[in-house]
C-alpha cells in the first residue's frame, strides 16, 4: 500500500509517528488538544494552538482495547483505543481541504461505555437481520461481514460533551454517533479506511503507537500482548485506546 494513500484526487498520509490528540474531559476544557499541555489552562492551550475544538468527525480503521496506567489518576484500568482519518472538525481543518491524515486518541470510562452501547444496538440490528434472512450460514461470520459494511459506510462522530454528577461536578465526555458519507472527501477516506484495515489484517500494522504497547506490556507485566485489532466483531463489545501521556480527565 503507498503512503500517501491517493484515492479521487484526495491524499490520506500515515505518519511515521502516530498523530495522537486527546480529549481533555476537565470542566474547564471539554475538548481535544495536542502537544504537551501539562499545568496549562485552556486560554494557554488555545493560544499556543494545541487546541483541536469539540468534536472530530473520521472515517474509522481500528478499535482496540489496551490496560494502560498513567499515574496518578489512572493505574492498570482499560482504555479504548480509537484511529481514523479525520474529515471535519479541526483535527481535519489543520489540513487542506483535499488532504487528512491516519490520527488517534483514546476514550475512557463514560465515553467508552457510550461506543459499548452504540456497537450492542448495531449489534442487536444485525442479529435481527440474520434470522429475518432465514439465519445463513454462521451467525459470527455474518456479523463480521455486517460489520465491516457498516464500518465503511458510515462516518463517525466524537463529541465533547457535558455532564455532570456528584462525584466528579461537572465534566465532559465524549459523546459518539454515526452518519453517512455526505461528499467525496468522506467517500475517499472511508476507501483510505478499508485500504488500511485490510493491510492489517495481512499483517502490516499502522494502527499501533509504540508507548502504548510498553505501557500495556508494563502494565501486564511484560507479557507480550496483540496489537489493536483492525476491526471490532459486530457480536462483542468493542473499546479502543488513543495515545497521549497525560490524560488528566478522562471521563
Not at 231 to 249: G, N, R, T
Request: glycine share 6%; charged share 20%.
Amino acid at each position: 500500500m503507498e503512503n500517501p494513500i491517493i484515492i479521487n484526487g484526495f491524499a490520506f498520509r500515515i505518519p511515521n509517528i502516530p498523530s495522537r490528540y486527546r480529549a481533555n474531559c476537565s470542566r474547564e476544557f471539554g475538548v481535544f488538544v495536542t502537544g504537551e499541555t501539562k499545568g496549562m489552562n485552556s486560554s494557554r492551550v488555545e493560544k499556543a494552538g494545541l487546541a483541536r475544538g469539540n468534536f472530530v468527525e473520521m472515517a474509522v480503521c481500528a478499535i482496540g482495547s489496551r490496560i494502560l496506567t498513567f499515574e496518578p489518576n489512572y493505574v492498570n484500568e482499560q482504555f479504548t483505543e480509537i484511529w481514523g482519518i479525520p474529515v471535519s472538525g479541526e483535527m481535519k481543518t489543520y489540513f487542506h481541504e483535499k488532504c487528512s491524515e491516519l490520527s488517534t486518541f483514546l476514550i475512557h470510562r463514560q465515553s467508552q461505555d457510550k461506543l459499548k452501547s452504540l456497537i450492542e444496538t448495531f449489534s442487536k440490528q444485525v442479529f435481527n437481520t440474520w434470522v429475518a434472512e432465514g439465519m445463513p450460514g454462521s451467525y459470527d461470520e455474518y456479523a463480521r461481514s455486517k460489520a465491516a459494511e457498516s464500518y465503511f459506510n458510515n462516518i463517525f462522530r466524537f463529541e465533547l460533551t457535558p455532564a455532570e454528577s456528584r462525584a466528579y461536578g461537572a465534566y465532559y465526555y465524549v459523546g459518539i454517533s454515526v452518519r453517512p458519507p455526505n461528499g467525496a472527501l468522506d467517500e475517499a477516506a472511508l476507501k483510505a479506511a478499508r485500504q488500511i484495515m485490510e493491510a492489517q489484517s495481512q499483517g502490516i500494522v499502522y494502527c499501533v503507537d509504540p508507548r502504548l504497547v510498553d505501557n500495556e506490556q508494563m502494565c501486564l507485566g511484560s507479557a507480550p500482548v496483540p496489537e489493536a485489532q483492525a476491526l471490532p466483531e459486530a457480536s462483542e463489545p468493542v473499546e479502543v485506546a488513543s495515545s497521549s501521556k497525560q490524560i488528566k480527565s478522562v471521563k
